[in-house]
């Protein structure tokens, strides 16, 4: 008999009782959406959660970036990241912006703030940085440069649900940051995301964004689009955040049984955050020393009927629709990354069997 598969992550799914009560709510009140009562709620919490002054609930992480854009009224050249998922660069296109990539570091494949200051020139508007794995960038380093240049800070969020650096949220920092709920994420509302912001001006504009512009039932304050996010995503989103804290347990002692399992094994180099911070257990990165190595990984794995994924590969720079840069680190780690399947459902017998595997492939 074959394998249930592993893939790299596992939604996880509240109670269906509890969903159910909600949508049950939804019925009675007729209202999907249009800022309806569990969005409110939604946003309110999370707000509480995630200690930010402002933040919006939308319908997607990449809808999150676009309006985060708009608000901050970015123009020209974005200083970015080769180093992320492609909505990171494809929505600073798709928004007419030019995307300038800055190569990573090497420890935790955030973006490296040494080299920041190079790429500057006077049509940089923002620095749009990715938190990898739910690694901090060096917050502290890039609002310095951007304070010194007037420059706005935008951060990729997706994967920093709950992270902290030195007791305050990773989301306090810079002028905006993105949150995506997508199933996959370790909070998720099936589909959607969030805007945090510490600036009032700043959340009034995503305010109306959001909205298709409006301010008020009969007034526009200017443009818009339309990336609210709907009621049953809400209510979603509220059966999971109360089981948070049992989610990132889980996570956490798999991934520290994983270490043990893999922390000797010659050809892999198991990634950590760089910063002092409180981590989340998104994702289980490992780099190997070759991507020969790798693929020869994943062709093991994948016949033993586990599903890890190359995340995030290829490097950024080779869009065909982004100007030629080179990022040599970027372009070689892509190559030899690899994201092992975690989420709050592994047991530890999958992650010795992964592990054996991982060491036997070599």
């Given at each position: ?66 309006v985060a854009y708009k608000a901050l009224d970015l123009k020209g050249d974005v200083i970015t990241t080769p180093f992320s998922y492609v909505a990171t660069v494809s929505s600073l296109a798709w928004e007419g912006l ?22 500057i020139t006077p049509t940089t508007s923002a620095i749009l940085a990715t938190h990898v794995y739910g690694f901090p960038c060096d917050v502290e380093a890039i609002e310095k440069i951007a304070a010194k240049h007037n ?212």
């Amino acid at each position: 008999m074959s394998k249930i598969p592993l893939y790299i992550t596992k939604s996880f799914l509240p109670p269906v009782e509890e969903y159910t009560k909600r949508i049950k709510a939804i019925w009675e009140s007729g209202q999907l959406t249009n800022q309806g009562a569990n969005v409110v709620e939604l946003e309110k919490k999370l707000q509480n959660h995630l200690a930010v002054k402002h933040l919006f609930a939308v319908s997607n992480g990449t809808l999150a970036l676009q309006v985060a854009y708009k608000a901050l009224d970015l123009k020209g050249d974005v200083i970015t990241t080769p180093f992320s998922y492609v909505a990171t660069v494809s929505s600073l296109a798709w928004e007419g912006l030019n995307p300038v990539f800055v190569d990573i570091k090497e420890d935790d494949l955030c973006i490296d703030p040494a080299k920041i200051e190079a790429a500057i020139t006077p049509t940089t508007s923002a620095i749009l940085a990715t938190h990898v794995y739910g690694f901090p960038c060096d917050v502290e380093a890039i609002e310095k440069i951007a304070a010194k240049h007037n420059l706005k800070v935008i951060y990729d969020a997706a994967h920093a649900f709950g992270v902290t650096v030195n007791g305050r949220s990773i989301l306090a920092y810079g002028d905006a940051s993105t949150l995506s709920f997508h199933a996959t994420k370790i909070f998720h509302s099936g589909e959607g995301g969030a805007i945090a912001t510490p600036h009032a001006d700043v959340a009034h504009n995503i305010s109306y964004m959001r909205n298709f512009g409006h301010n008020g039932p009969e007034a526009f304050q200017g443009v818009g689009i339309n990336a609210k996010m709907s009621e049953p995503h809400a209510a979603l989103g509220l059966c999971v955040l109360p089981h948070m804290p049992q989610i990132v347990a889980h996570r956490k002692n798999a991934t520290e049984l994983y270490n043990q399992h893999l922390q000797h094994v010659v050809g892999i180099r198991i990634l950590k955050p760089t910063i002092t911070s409180e981590h989340n257990y998104s994702y289980y990165p490992v780099v190997f020393k070759t991507e020969s190595a790798l693929v020869n990984t994943i062709k093991h794995l994948n016949a033993d009927n586990i599903f890890p994924r190359r995340y995030f590969y290829p490097s950024l720079t080779a869009l065909p629709y982004v100007s030629n840069q080179e990022a040599p680190v970027a372009e070689d780690v892509s190559s030899r990354v690899l994201c092992l399947p975690l989420s709050s459902q592994i047991t530890d017998e999958e992650i010795a069997r992964i592990a054996t595997i991982i060491q036997q492939s070599f």
